[in-house]
């Protein structure tokens, strides 16, 4: 079992930046795919993007492709989310999450383990 953490929100205008920490506890780190999802009022949790449990491997959802990244250290059991040219519709609250499962894709429910997510706004 693995408990997620997530810091960094926070409120930015549009064009700016954030960076989005998420701390996993437990030794198995490196035997777990890593995703981000975020949810806003009224919508469902959607897809932002997903690292492979060596890092090999990273997705993005369309929407943020070119300016999200993701990366994963796994000696310091962390996955961050570096946002980008941050629009208004970034504004969301954001999750962490992990799946033993390989090749998870972008549903969320193949992914079994959640932070309990941190509050992103942009304003125009």
């Known amino acids: ?36 999802f975020r949810q806003s009022p009224g919508k469902e949790r959607e897809f932002v993007g997903a690292t492979s449990s060596r890092g090999a491997v990273t997705t993005y959802a369309d929407s943020v492709k070119g300016r999200f990244t993701i990366s994963r250290d796994n000696i310091k059991n962390t996955v961050t989310l570096q946002m980008s040219n941050l629009k208004p519709e970034d504004t969301a609250v954001y999750y962490c999450a992990a799946t033993y499962r390989d090749n998870p894709g972008r549903w969320p429910g193949a992914f079994n383990y959640w932070g309990q997510g941190t509050q992103v706004t942009v304003s125009s």
């Open 1 to 36: 079992q693995v408990q997620l953490v997530e810091s960094g929100g926070g409120s930015v205008q549009a064009g700016g930046s954030l960076r989005l920490s998420c701390a996993a506890s437990g030794r198995t780190f490196t035997t777990y795919h890593m995703g981000w």
